[in-house]
Nanobody, 123 residues
Framework: QVQLVESGGGLVQAGGSLRLSCAAS????????MGWFRQAPGKGRDFVAS????????YYADSVKGRFTISRDNAKNTVYLQMNSLKPEDTAVYYC????????????????WGQGTQVTVSS
């Protein structure tokens, strides 16, 4: 498995931007597809975005398409989530995850998870 640590969360006004980072250690980072999920209070863990091992194909939830961008730097063992035009409904704890199935939006396809980083968007 790979160990994951997220950073970059915080409080931002609606319309603002944040960039989340997820640093990986352990087994070869480039062997894993990576995903971002989020969980709002009292709700389940929802898919946000995923990226293939090579950084080529990317996939997004409809709710974030056109506003969020997932990317990765395999040389730095890091995956990013650039979040623009943030809305109050984007408020959640954001988790990065590593798995073997590129493009999956199912949390159970991911084997390793970070501890999460809080994103709060004020109106």
């Amino acid at each position: 498995q790979v160990q994951l640590v997220e950073s970059g969360g915080g409080l931002v006004q609606a319309g603002g931007s944040l960039r989340l980072s997820c640093a990986a250690s352990g087994r070869a980072f480039s062997n894993y597809a990576m995903g971002w999920f989020r969980q709002a209070p009292g709700k389940g863990r929802d898919f946000v975005a995923s990226i293939s091992r090579s950084g080529g194909p990317t996939y997004y939830a409809d709710s974030v398409k056109g506003r969020f961008t997932i990317s990765r730097d395999n040389a730095k063992n890091t995956v990013y989530l650039q979040m623009n035009s943030l809305k109050p409904e984007d408020t959640a704890v954001y988790y990065c995850a590593a798995g073997k199935l590129a493009g999956s939006n199912r949390y159970y396809d991911y084997d390793s998870w970070g501890q999460g980083t809080q994103v709060t968007v004020s109106s």
